[in-house]
């Protein structure tokens, strides 16, 4: 599908949110991606023509957006990213990705982020903020004042300290989210995951490739079952 280039804004140094408008409604499931690429042939060593971005957008909104971290020495693909401008076309293909929300909403949530992989949860936190809103007016509807039938979220946030201003983009009114903050050169770590972890707890781990699967073959050691880890993972990246 075709998408048209709208506008980028810096969110934190080097790292870019890219807007675009599609010619048809893009249906995709909040937390999931989709690769994107120009409708030419570019000049990449690996010959590969596209990249994965993650929805920083929530599937009810007409735009789509995405995170992208842009540091000199640029790829090919990101000089061009760099450079659109409005009306430019990109393409995207079909969104996938299972690092969704759970079907019960009360299942605890762990989200373990590095760096700019903050944005694999960022349209979920929408998603939940959505659903915290529409909580509330049901309980104004029926004078019901028992508490939200929501799990807890914990965001464990591994990042450099020049990132910080990407907090803008953490949506403010998620009633039970309980926020970690880890400058480096500190890392996230089993020791600060498992207190928050019951039986139930869902751990999501998105970074680097090495970041994720040496996270989650800790947490494995440690006792949490494979079935309650979720990865997702940026490949071709040392750090994020």
Known sequence: MKLRFLAKAEKAKGVWEFTFAPEQPVHYIAGQYARF???FAIADPRGKQYRTFTFTSHPSENEIRFLARLEPPLSAFKTLLSTLTVGDAMHIDEPMGDAVLPRSSQTPLVFVAQGIALASYLSILHERERCARSDLAHVRERSDLSHSSH???????VRRGEDDRLESLIPGKIPHLRRIDIHYPLHATTEVILP?????????????QVFVETLGAELE????????????????????
Do not use: C, N, Q, T
């Open 37 to 39: 690429s120009f409708p």
């Open 151 to 157: 799990g807890e979220i914990v965001l464990v946030w």
């Open 196 to 208: 928050m972890l019951s039986k139930d707890s869902l751990v999501y781990l998105s970074g680097s």
């Open 221 to 240: 050691a440690a006792g949490v079952p494979r079935a309650r880890l979720m990865y997702d993972y940026y490949s071709g990246y040392a750090d994020l």
